[in-house]
T-cell receptor
Framework: EAGVTQSPTHLIKTRGQQATLRCSPISGHTSVYWYQQALGLGLQFLLWYDEGEERNRGNFPPRFSGRQFPNYSSELNVNALELEDSALYLC?????????FGPGTRLTVL | AQSVAQPEDQVNVAEGNPLTVKCTYSVSGNPYLFWYVQYPNRGLQFLLKYITGDNLVKGSYGFEAEFNKSQTSFHLKKPSALVSDSALYFCAVFPYGQNFVFGPGTRLSVLP
């Protein structure tokens, strides 16, 4: 069974630009979660999508947004990038009560 | 509010000694409980979970965790630590029908 995949592995942007991160869940999983892990910090919950709908979002500004496609893959968009957005962004897909994590996308904002 | 605490930022233990990484939680109902491990620049890997039943749960790589309902704790343990166990460990709870809530993480260093 293929795991959760994320692309790109690394992304370098400058302040004010937009970043798009992608996630493909495990086959059969309908829920996708996004987390931000800044250096030295734990996981901060960003967004939860299930069956194509946004179910919940964490305490992040509206410039963090996303969507889930009919095949359950998901996209995270970050607009007007700021230096403090530099972090590892983790995607997880879920079946019932377990989460399976992808390897993450390292976003660096210069 | 739902929360998970890992009271130790860092745990140091000598190789071959037993290790404990602590976790306490404050959530409503009877949540599912998890431990994940993260190696440098990697995603989180599942170690073990408690859903119901025996309070001692066995997981991957020789790890186990003890659920204590009265103390709302779910401490991670291993009888004999390995240098390769050095990593960042996260406790998480899943209140049914809600989001996962992760603790802040505990960095485990196993010294040779």
């Amino acid at each position: 069974e293929a795991g959760v995949t994320q692309s790109p592995t690394h992304l370098i942007k400058t302040r004010g630009q937009q970043a798009t991160l992608r996630c493909s869940p495990i086959s059969g999983h309908t829920s996708v979660y996004w987390y931000q892990q800044a250096l030295g910090l734990g996981l901060q919950f960003l967004l939860w999508y299930d069956e194509g709908e946004e179910r919940n979002r964490g305490n992040f500004p509206p410039r963090f947004s996303g969507r889930q496609f009919p095949n359950y893959s998901s996209e995270l968009n970050v607009n007007a990038l700021e230096l403090e957005d530099s972090a590892l962004y983790l995607c997880a897909s879920s079946r019932v009560h377990e989460q399976f994590f992808g390897p993450g996308t390292r976003l660096t904002v210069l | 509010a739902q929360s998970v605490a890992q009271p130790e930022d860092q745990v140091n233990v000598a190789e071959g000694n037993p290790l404990t990484v602590k976790c306490t939680y404050s959530v409503s109902g009877n949540p599912y409980l998890f431990w994940y491990v993260q190696y440098p620049n990697r995603g989180l890997q599942f170690l073990l979970k408690y859903i119901t039943g025996d309070n001692l749960v066995k997981g991957s790589y020789g790890f186990e965790a003890e659920f204590n309902k009265s103390q709302t704790s779910f401490h991670l343990k291993k009888p004999s630590a390995l240098v390769s166990d050095s990593a960042l460990y996260f406790c998480a709870v899943f209140p049914y029908g809600q989001n996962f809530v992760f603790g802040p993480g505990t960095r485990l260093s196993v010294l040779p």
